[in-house]
């Protein structure tokens, strides 16, 4: 519950992180159409896209990697701004900066562990599905058992690196052994954790989505939100409505996320150091 107790203790913080996340968003945005060229552009102005436009993206980003990796990298940096706003409000809530947020060390050594997850997230996901595809010769039933293995060992090996954040924030040292030993005999709490974390920003995104759906058909559909010609004030408003609960909806996300690691690295690890200390 740490996302909404965070969004209700200081809604002025995420107002505010929703602005730096919308003009950090509007940053890559210009990066991705100045380097991937005029195409890319009169993709993405023509709005919905269909699978061969895709296999279009699919080939500009392959052809321009270094792009791809310039936003990649930015993406990062940015999560990782949000996510240190996060954990510096949970740990250290009299840092300030500007709505708890800072541009320094901590956050490029946050980006470089978040980069690390991709990187073992995407070989994980190599090794599934090469492990799939051999043990599928052996029929569906070994298929299925080979499914189940990959993400029971994929969530085990998830929940014992989800610390790796705050520890990196705390300490300043990108270390996944550090990160391993922190979650050492705290498995299951840490599992429940994220799965109450997920059902619960499940629930958030429904209802946001109800809400903005609501918003459109009042203001006239989808229709006229896509065709300037019949744009209307209430229409405006309703866009200008619907982009706000967007906006609010993936910092929202981003709190959820990282905030219950924030606090279970608070518990867990500084709490039991203090109180081992004060023992003593």
């Not at 005999?185 to 995104?205: A, K, P, R, T």
């Not at 309703?238 to 709190?255: D, G, S, W």
């Amino acid at each position: 519950m740490e996302g909404f107790r965070l969004t209700k203790e200081h809604p002025g913080v995420m107002l505010a992180w929703s602005a730096v996340y919308f003009g950090g968003i509007l940053l890559i945005a210009m990066v991705m159409m100045a380097t991937l060229g005029p195409q890319f552009i009169a993709l993405a102005r023509k709005g919905q896209l269909n699978a061969s436009d895709l296999d279009t993206v699919s080939d500009l980003l392959a052809a321009s990697w270094p792009a791809f990796i310039l936003v990649l990298m930015m993406t990062a940096l940015l999560m990782s701004i949000i996510a240190g706003g996060v954990m510096r409000l949970v740990l250290r809530p009299e840092e300030h900066g500007f709505a708890h947020l800072k541009i320094g060390r901590t956050e490029l050594k946050l980006t470089a562990a978040n980069l690390v997850c991709i990187g073992l997230y995407a070989v994980s996901v190599i090794v599934g599905v090469i492990f799939t595809a051999g043990a599928a010769q052996a029929g569906s039933v070994g298929a299925a058992l080979a499914i189940i293995l990959v993400v029971a060992f994929g969530c085990w090996i998830g929940v014992r690196l989800s610390l790796l954040l705050p520890t990196v924030f705390e300490t300043g040292q990108v270390s996944l052994r550090l990160a391993w030993e922190r979650t050492k005999g705290h498995f299951w709490q840490l599992f429940g954790m994220i799965v109450l974390s997920v059902i619960f920003y499940v629930i958030v995104w429904i209802l946001f989505s109800i809400i903005s759906f609501a918003i459109v058909e009042i203001s006239g559909g989808e229709a006229a939100m896509q065709d300037i010609g019949r744009l209307t004030p209430l229409t405006a408003i309703a866009a200008m409505i619907t982009l706000v609960m967007q906006l609010l909806l993936q910092v929202l996300q981003i709190v959820m996320i990282y905030g219950p690691f924030a606090v279970a690295y608070r518990d867990l690890v500084l709490e039991d150091a203090e109180r081992a200390e004060d023992f003593a």
